[in-house]
């Protein structure tokens, strides 16, 4: 099918679909298998030389899983894709793709704490350096990339004080400096967002989270408008790292894939709602949540987003003593990391999922300890907020 000229959520069903993917199914087959056989030598020949898109080994592409990279293509307006084993898996080996000993290269102050350990301790390790930036001040930006810098990665929204950065305005300044600019949709998706369209070089996700939609797969997936980029970053690094993907989570995704659009809708539709109730409760001292008017990012988000997604995080006019108490308070909403799930999730990212910042340093980061962060799911609203309003009744 020409996927280009079917609306997003005719794409998150169709896309990449084909007799010879599916062999007349209506869905399409797993293709467990690690090895794929060959006719003859000629046949090897061609295929090791890519003269031929057949299939040698799992590890190298996979029926199931090209499927799934051509359909994350398409949603996100890319040319090609590369799925991975997890979000860090794609995460790490596209920025080592793009760096080497000397170089270095420029992130937002706030990150998902994995990203930001990679970056700002691992990398080094390989004589790579870091430049923590706060990308909300772009009139210091140009100043700040020199000869030797290669990429600039973040999140918009971040995570997880939903921070909201200018993508074509930054995308902009790393242009003219032959900067290649890698950004992180996980929170937004390609539902409400597409990075690439604004002249992002690779989007990045963690197909973990809304991408699938049921807390039930791990995953990652690169996407970019430049095929042969693709294949560089397939062969040479998610190869030879070996971050695989599994063909039956990559069927999982395609499948998660199908209900994307209708489910970002609802999340987004109950965390209005949660935002709204947040913001009005006389517990709560601050709101995290770009579709709230007075947030500082609106306005951008209003021009780069077609919605505000699911992601909230706010402040209790307490201390960190009362955000534990409410957290452990809750009892419709579950305590735990991850997000984008049917289930609304909460957590404390400073205890959780960002602990590998340094404590004493938080606000530099713009968090803080007492920061609470909802994944707000697909139950009813009024019940995920009646949850919520009993737990800030006993602090």
Not at 173 to 188: L, P, Q, R, S
Not at 199 to 223: E, L, M
Not at 336 to 349: K, N, R
């Amino acid at each position: 099918m020409d996927d280009k000229k079917y609306n997003f959520k005719t794409r998150a069903i169709h896309a990449g679909m084909d007799g010879k993917h599916a062999n007349n199914a209506l869905n399409p087959p797993i293709y467990q298998t690690s090895t794929f056989v060959f006719n003859d030598i000629d046949h090897v020949e061609k295929v090791m030389s890519f003269q031929s898109d057949d299939y040698v080994y799992t590890r190298g592409n996979n029926p199931t899983l090209r499927l799934f990279e051509d359909r994350m293509a398409a949603l996100e307006e890319g040319e090609g894709a590369v799925a991975f084993s997890s979000g860090m898996a794609a995460i790490s080996s596209v920025l080592f793709s793009f760096l080497k000993p000397g170089d270095n290269l420029i992130v937002h102050k706030t990150l998902y704490g994995s990203s930001y350990n990679v970056a700002t301790k691992l990398l080094p390790q390989y004589g790579i350096g870091c430049k923590i930036v706060d990308l909300t001040d772009l009139d210091k930006l140009s100043d700040i990339i020199n000869k030797n810098t290669r990429v600039i990665y973040f999140e918009t929204p971040s995570n997880p004080n939903l921070t909201v950065l200018d993508i074509k305005h930054i995308c902009s300044i790393a242009k003219e400096k032959d900067v290649k600019v890698i950004v992180d949709n996980t929170f937004a998706t390609p539902y409400f967002q597409r990075p690439l369209s604004l002249g992002v070089d690779v989007v990045v996700h963690s197909a973990t989270k809304y991408i699938c939609g049921h807390g039930d797969v791990v995953g990652g997936v690169a996407v970019s408008k430049d095929m042969d980029y693709i294949h560089y970053l397939k062969f040479s690094y998610m190869c030879e790292f070996g971050g695989v993907m599994s063909p039956f989570n990559a069927w999982l995704l395609i499948r998660g894939l199908k209900t994307l659009g209708i489910r970002m809708k609802e999340h987004e539709k109950n965390a209005i709602e949660v935002a709204k109730f947040l913001k009005n409760h006389p517990k709560v001292r601050e709101v995290y949540y770009p579709g709230l008017e007075d947030f500082e990012g609106h306005n951008i988000a209003k021009e780069q987003m077609s919605g505000f997604g699911a992601m909230i995080s706010f402040e209790i006019d307490g201390t960190l003593e009362k955000a534990k108490k409410f957290v452990n308070s809750v009892k419709l909403a579950q305590l735990a990391v991850s997000l984008g799930d049917c289930e609304t999730l909460i957590e404390l990212p400073a205890a959780m999922t960002h602990r590998g910042y340094p404590q004493e340093e938080l606000s530099k980061f713009g968090l803080t300890e007492s920061m609470i962060r909802i994944s707000v799911g697909l139950e009813h609203y009024e019940d995920i907020i009646g949850d919520l309003d009993n737990a800030l009744l006993v602090i």
